[in-house]
């Protein structure tokens, strides 16, 4: 009995494109070479660059092809090779001796690539048009290798045509690039990569649905070769029905509705809903790391969502997010970035996504969402913004910290992990309630905003004045209303004699900015003690200082009297010489021997 063999061929090389019209998703470059091929204007090198799968080599090919073909009685390079003479075929099956693809990964050394290409170039071709050498992945040639082949592309034969493909163009050094036509591909879009997957299906009669499809070329990158790589994969896993539960599956995926449970969970801030995402994650087996990867592209899907220019990544993504700026989203996401960074290489890595998500949700905090709310009450337009959790269901969850999405009262103490569920008509007296405290409280925080504003302004005006922006910057404020209090630590009174002197300029600067006047003055620390009044000479009492000439008005001391600093021993001038005493009635200050 004789039994049959087929050899398998993976989606990949079966449908690789073998025209330029079965190219997807790079229709400019293929448009050009076939305007230049038709009209001669042939290159003697050409650089590909760009993401991985998605048709350097397979363009590389068809251009060689397109140069060689002589099929359909062509004698002269054509736009639309036949694919079926002895050129076509031999170059589709990497056979054809005068079309040479060298991977320049595995041969970086200088003497490889004289051997390869520089002691051949020269020769004439063996049969075909033009001698054509493909350079895959040329990034990784080494510099001296790069120097022998510069002299070599810059001033080739004429039967001689290089085609360059990288996907790190800047590796690539300027003296080789600027002698080549740079062609840049890039990644396909989730449509483009879905449209071809959904065709190749019916050749293969293979029932893929359109989501299933949309998840293999979204997990693709870009590539089309990965995502025929996922469909291969997706065929030995389903069989001939692939739906996207099984390519879920067959992923590791996340399911939609606990990545929506975890949005919920950060938005809200609702601890416990967190902690259940991750004892399902724990329970069903999902893997952490692709759980936070799912969640963090999430995000930014719904960061464009808030912007309007995404779909929804789940059903109910609008409700989820209302009442949430996307500045918060984007925060999230990045955090979430990071944290993936960190979680990598734990010993437990489900304990410390978690712990680090709670990290990142205590951290991030919607601020437009919460000045917009003060701004909307300080204009008496009530809230409508209740969230998910709103009066309409029969329970409320409640932490400690306002939530972006419904209303919630301004706290001062940190924030706390005990929740309280209340029922329903209670919830409705609750936020009455914290509309009135956030109504009593909106003016004093805006002024507090106002001040730290008017403040930060003030610090840019006078960063040019040494002697005030070095005042400032020593200093702590506190703000009440129309009047600003400026305390010094210990350690820094000496600040207060200058900034004494400066109150007017600072006043001044601070009605010019604000447009009302505000009072500035200097307060007395806790940790400072007052100095205790001492008896001084009749001599220092007396003693009238000398006219000082101002020599600038940022001098900090000019103006400033130190009598009080002055101590003297009753009776320590008796025994001095009058000429001594004279000096110290014009200078006030002490003798010390």
């Known amino acids: 009995m004789q039994e049959s063999s087929t050899t398998y061929t993976s989606l990949a090389n079966k449908y690789r494109p073998q025209t330029f019209e079965d190219m997807v998703g790079q229709e400019s470059i293929s448009k050009t070479l076939q305007n230049a091929l038709k009209s001669g204007r042939i290159a003697h090198a050409y650089l590909f660059y760009g993401p991985r799968g998605c048709g350097k080599t397979t363009t590389a090919r068809i251009l060689a092809k397109a140069l060689n073909c002589t099929g359909n009685g062509n004698t002269k390079p054509t736009s639309s090779p036949c694919g079926k003479c002895a050129q076509c075929t031999e170059i589709s099956q990497s056979a054809d001796l005068d079309v040479l693809e060298l991977d320049a990964a595995s041969n970086t050394q200088v003497e490889k690539v004289r051997e390869a290409i520089l002691d051949t170039v020269a020769l004439a071709s063996t049969r075909d048009r033009f001698k054509v050498f493909i350079l895959d992945e040329v990034h990784m040639l080494s510099t001296s290798s790069f120097n022998a082949l510069l002299k070599t592309i810059e001033e080739p034969p004429a039967h001689v045509v290089f085609i360059l493909a990288t996907t790190e163009k800047h590796k690539v050094p300027a003296t080789i690039v600027s002698r080549c036509q740079t062609f840049r591909f890039r990644p396909l879009t989730v449509d483009e990569i879905t449209e071809h997957l959904l065709d190749l299906s019916g050749a293969e009669n293979i029932d893929l649905t359109p989501a299933a499809a949309k998840v293999i070329a979204k997990n693709a990158g870009g590539a089309m070769r990965d ?179 419904k209303t919630s009262s301004v706290r001062k103490t940190a924030p706390s992990s005990t929740t309280q569920t209340v029922a329903k008509p209670a919830a409705v007296s609750n936020f009455s309630t914290e509309e009135e405290e956030l109504t009593k409280v909106a003016p004093a925080l805006a002024a507090s905003i106002s001040n730290r504003q008017v403040w930060d302004k003030m610090l840019k005006y006078f960063e040019k004045s040494p002697f005030v922006y070095d005042v400032m910057t020593n200093c702590s404020v506190r703000f009440e209303e129309d009047e600003w209090t400026l305390l010094f630590a210990p350690g820094k009174e000496f600040y207060q004699i200058p900034a004494q002197n400066k109150l007017a300029d600072l006043e001044k600067s601070a009605k010019e900015i604000s447009g009302r006047t505000i009072r500035i003055k200097l307060g007395s620390s806790s940790q400072t003690a007052s100095k205790p009044e001492v008896s001084k000479s009749k001599a220092i009492k007396n003693a009238k200082p000398a006219k000082q000439t101002v020599i600038s008005s940022e001098e900090p001391f000019v103006n400033a009297s130190f009598e009080k600093d002055v101590v003297a021993t009753p009776g320590s001038l008796q025994n001095t010489p009058e000429e001594v005493q004279d000096v110290l009635e014009v200078i006030p200050g002490e003798l010390l021997a």
Request: with cysteine; net charge negative; aromatic share 6%.
């Open 227 to 405: 995502a025929l790589t996922l469909l291969d994969r997706a065929m030995a896993f389903c069989g001939s029905r692939i739906d996207e539960k099984l390519v879920g599956e067959m992923l590791g995926l996340t399911p939609d509705e606990l990545i929506k449970q975890a949005v919920e969970a950060l938005v809200q801030k609702d601890q416990n809903g967190l902690h259940h995402v991750f004892e399902t994650l724990q329970t069903e087996g999902f893997d952490a790391n692709s759980f936070l990867k799912d969640l963090k592209n999430t995000l930014g899907d719904l960061f464009y969502l808030s912007l309007g220019q995404a779909s929804e990544p789940f059903d109910g993504a609008k409700q989820s997010i209302a009442g949430v700026s996307a500045g918060f989203l984007a925060q999230l996401s990045r955090k979430i970035n990071k944290l993936i960074e960190e979680v990598k290489f734990a010993d437990n890595v489900l304990v410390s996504a978690e712990v680090g998500l709670f990290t990142v949700m205590e951290s991030c905090l919607d601020i437009d969402a919460f000045v917009r709310r003060l701004e909307a009450l300080e204009k008496g337009i009530p809230s409508q913004e209740q969230g998910p959790s709103g009066p309409s269901h029969p329970s409320v969850t409640r932490t400690s910290l306002p939530e972006p999405s």
